[in-house]
């Protein structure tokens, strides 16, 4: 019997009518052999965005309804929805001079990675935490959250969320909170630095944590230990990823697991002239700049990439990085979802 045989294409309409549809018609897209994601490597230039990022400083007020002025950065691969991957969503944020962006939490989990500027203070759960380039700030979902500047200079970051994925699962609250942040104050060190920053030192009062109970990762200590990884490699030890190529986790201290449930951070430093080993893992990833400059190789094609650039690599996609003059490197992925899914398991070198 065919396709086309009638009684073949009553049975089809009378699926379409139940509501029904056959396995045998869709297994190779729903069970294709290897991983092929809609989005594509894409690479959104810092000289493009911090200008309309500006721009929209100008023209855009930040206050109640919009919440925020954060840029999207969408994905040319997957049809015009302002996520970065199928899993992560990444945007520019900019904040002027003395503004305020008020309150508000959601069940995303969300991070600010600082490339330009400092004077804003994040206020997480009534907790004021300096931000300054170079900085990992963390909003644990559910954390109430507002954002003051209180220098006479606009400032720019890059946001990260897991806001396809929680919208995918339909786990998605949102809710607005006072318009007003709750403490103006403006200390060097937040609450959550002066009780968990403390290197192999835990509170004994406090108890395990989902998300990390630290707030802000500072850049004094991320470029030190990075710094320290080049210097023993330089010397015959063990510790760096590769020659010349070092890299850190960012975990939270009450449990040791990455620091936000959803969602890796890490930050990779690769010598000038080092070339990192060619790799593919299930699930995406995006990287930003935070110096230097050098080339990312994505699925066979070379782009060249400098300060503040971020970059789209999709799951399964091969990559290599060239680092010609050096480069500092944040990264996040969905490598806990992937993980605790056990659906990582074809990683490994390309």
Same mark, same amino acid.
């Given at each position: 019997?065919?396709?086309?045989?009638?009684?073949?294409?009553?049975?089809?309409?009378?699926?379409?009518? &139940?509501?029904?549809?056959? /396995? #045998? !018609?869709? $297994?190779?897209?729903?069970?294709?052999?290897?991983?092929?994601?809609?989005? =594509?490597? @894409?690479?959104?230039? #810092?000289?493009?965005?911090?200008?309309?990022?500006?721009?929209? *400083?100008?023209?855009?007020?930040?206050?109640?309804?919009?919440?925020?002025?954060? =840029?999207?950065?969408?994905?040319?691969?997957?049809?015009?929805?302002?996520?970065?991957?199928?899993?992560?969503?990444?945007?520019?944020?900019?904040?002027?001079? +003395?503004?305020?962006?008020?309150?508000?939490?959601?069940?995303?989990?969300?991070?600010?990675?600082?490339?330009? *500027?400092? +004077?804003?203070? !994040?206020?997480?759960? !009534?907790?004021?935490?300096?931000?300054?380039?170079?900085? /990992?700030?963390?909003?644990?979902?559910?954390?109430? @959250?507002?954002?003051?500047?209180?220098?006479?200079?606009?400032?720019?970051?890059?946001?990260?969320?897991? =806001?396809?994925?929680?919208?995918?699962?339909?786990?998605?609250?949102?809710?607005?909170?006072?318009?007003?942040?709750?403490?103006?104050? !403006?200390?060097? $060190?937040? $609450?959550? %630095?002066?009780?968990?920053?403390?290197?192999?030192?835990?509170?004994?009062? &406090?108890?395990?944590?989902?998300?990390?109970?630290?707030? &802000?990762?500072?850049?004094?200590?991320?470029?030190?230990?990075?710094? &320290?990884?080049?210097?023993?490699?330089?010397?015959? @030890?063990?510790?760096?990823?590769?020659?010349?190529?070092?890299?850190?986790?960012?975990?939270?201290?009450?449990?040791? +697991?990455?620091?936000?449930?959803?969602?890796?951070?890490?930050?990779?430093?690769?010598?000038?002239?080092?070339?990192?080993?060619? #790799?593919?893992?299930? +699930?995406?990833?995006?990287?930003?700049?935070?110096?230097?400059?050098?080339?990312?190789?994505?699925?066979? @094609?070379?782009?060249?990439? %400098?300060?503040?650039?971020?970059?789209?690599?999709?799951?399964?996609?091969?990559?290599?990085?060239?680092?010609?003059?050096? /480069?500092?490197?944040?990264?996040?992925?969905?490598?806990?979802? =992937?993980?605790?899914?056990?659906?990582?398991?074809?990683?490994?070198?390309?």
């Amino acid at each position: 019997m065919t396709q086309t045989d009638p009684a073949i294409q009553r049975l089809y309409a009378d699926f379409e009518a &139940a509501g029904l549809m056959p /396995l #045998w !018609t869709q $297994r190779e897209d729903l069970m294709p052999p290897g991983p092929a994601p809609r989005a =594509i490597p @894409h690479v959104w230039r #810092w000289k493009d965005l911090y200008p309309l990022a500006e721009r929209a *400083g100008e023209l855009v007020p930040v206050g109640r309804g919009g919440e925020r002025r954060a =840029i999207a950065l969408a994905n040319p691969g997957l049809g015009g929805k302002p996520f970065a991957t199928p899993t992560l969503w990444a945007a520019v944020q900019y904040l002027g001079p +003395g503004e305020v962006a008020p309150d508000h939490r959601h069940s995303q989990s969300a991070f600010r990675f600082v490339l330009e *500027g400092e +004077g804003v203070w !994040t206020v997480v759960d !009534t907790d004021p935490v300096a931000m300054r380039r170079g900085d /990992l700030l963390l909003t644990p979902g559910m954390a109430w @959250h507002g954002h003051h500047n209180s220098a006479d200079q606009p400032m720019a970051w890059l946001d990260g969320l897991d =806001i396809p994925m929680t919208g995918f699962l339909d786990a998605t609250f949102f809710e607005p909170g006072p318009d007003e942040i709750q403490d103006w104050s !403006t200390p060097v $060190r937040s $609450r959550s %630095e002066r009780l968990w920053a403390h290197p192999g030192l835990r509170p004994v009062s &406090a108890a395990d944590s989902p998300s990390s109970p630290l707030f &802000a990762y500072r850049w004094e200590f991320t470029d030190a230990a990075l710094r &320290a990884q080049i210097e023993l490699a330089a010397e015959g @030890h063990p510790g760096a990823v590769g020659p010349g190529h070092a890299a850190v986790r960012f975990t939270n201290p009450s449990t040791s +697991g990455d620091a936000l449930v959803t969602m890796r951070t890490e930050m990779h430093r690769l010598a000038p002239g080092c070339r990192s080993s060619a #790799w593919r893992e299930v +699930g995406s990833s995006v990287w930003q700049v935070l110096d230097g400059s050098g080339a990312f190789e994505l699925g066979g @094609h070379r782009t060249e990439v %400098e300060r503040g650039d971020v970059i789209a690599v999709p799951s399964w996609c091969p990559v290599a990085i060239d680092a010609a003059g050096g /480069l500092d490197l944040f990264r996040f992925s969905d490598a806990p979802v =992937i993980e605790r899914l056990s659906l990582g398991g074809g990683s490994g070198s390309a």
